[in-house]
């Protein structure tokens, strides 16, 4: 089963080759390594041309979003790979890692046939280092990835690209991913929950590291300021969180160019819950509220619902 790994670097010369080093390190030897550089300044580009990779020449940028989806489009019309999985710059997976992920595809394609499928993955938190922060995001974040629902994942993506493992079928799917898609993984996560199905590995397979240019990290949830949180909520009380009303619509938009995209596809219950959803800005108080109760659209951690539940 050949498995395509979909690279893209931007600036990332100081670990890149750590981390092209364990993609050629992989128990499982039928993969093909597809790179791009997004414009870096540094010698990013110049490392990877020294690997048996295929590289693309275009190297505008495009951003991570943009870029990602640049390289799945590639894969798709260029290889004959069967599956797709998202690899950053500055990580290290372990031997295992594309092993261990299409085991699971494999075992979800017996039960589901080939209907889209996403598998997804827990990491480990290191330091630059390569020291643990934490052998599991999961916990450091307290996420809980049995409730990977299409509702939840609305409000909240709790799926990390660079863990995912993505069919033919799912990556067909979801082309082209629009501007308004928060980021690559959270569209596909959308997708593949509404139309296919998502299955995860408890375990970690990767080292996750973090340094001050990761464009996403690690938060620990275990030593968040709970007296200052509930603080806040409380003053969101008194005075709207307009940070917080924002990164909402952001979620809304999302679900608008979904709900533009599938009409078509989606059944009657998943149809109300977007339009509500896209509506929940100018509804009254106490529909909000009912809104979030009737369509379970929940975040992952009972502090962050109650945040959700007041500042809306």
């Known amino acids: 089963m050949k498995v395509a790994i979909l690279l893209s670097s931007y600036n990332g010369e100081k670990y890149l080759k750590e981390q092209l080093d364990s993609l050629l390190n992989q128990t499982h030897h039928s993969i093909e390594t597809i790179a791009r550089d997004d414009g870096s300044k540094d010698n990013s580009y110049g490392i990877m041309q020294h690997y048996d990779i295929k590289l693309l020449e275009n190297r505008d940028n495009l951003g991570v979003k943009g870029s990602f989806e640049n390289l799945l489009k590639y894969a798709l019309d260029h290889s004959n790979a069967e599956y797709f999985m998202f690899c950053d710059q500055d990580d290290v997976w372990k031997s295992d890692k594309v092993a261990q992920t299409l085991a699971k595809m494999q075992e979800m394609e017996e039960t589901y046939g080939e209907i889209p499928l996403l598998v997804h993955s827990d990491l480990e938190v290191v330091n630059e280092q390569l020291e643990t922060i934490a052998e599991s995001m999961w916990a450091y974040e307290a996420i809980m990835p049995q409730h990977n629902t299409f509702s939840r994942l609305l409000i909240q993506n709790t ?37 296919g199905k998502i ?43 307009k940070k917080y009303i924002k990164d909402l619509s952001i979620n809304i938009e999302q679900a608008k160019v979904f709900l533009d995209i599938f009409r078509d596809r989606l059944d009657e219950r998943n149809l109300h819950m977007l339009e509500a959803f896209i509506d929940i800005e100018q509804s009254s108080f106490f529909k909000k509220r009912a809104t979030i109760f009737k369509h379970k659209l929940y975040k992952q951690t009972l502090m962050n619902n109650i945040a959700l539940w007041i500042k809306i």
């Open 159 to 195: 799926i990390t690209g660079c863990t995912m493992m993505s069919n033919r079928s799912l990556a067909q799917l979801a082309l082209p991913i629009p501007s308004q898609a928060i980021m690559h993984d959270w569209w596909m996560g959308l997708v593949a929950s509404q139309f």
């Open 199 to 241: 299955d995860y590995l408890a375990q970690s397979t990767m080292k996750y590291r973090q340094h001050s240019s990761n464009t996403i990290g690690a938060k620990d949830h275990k030593k968040l300021n709970r007296v200052r949180h509930y603080a806040g909520v409380v003053f969101s009380l008194i005075k709207r969180d």
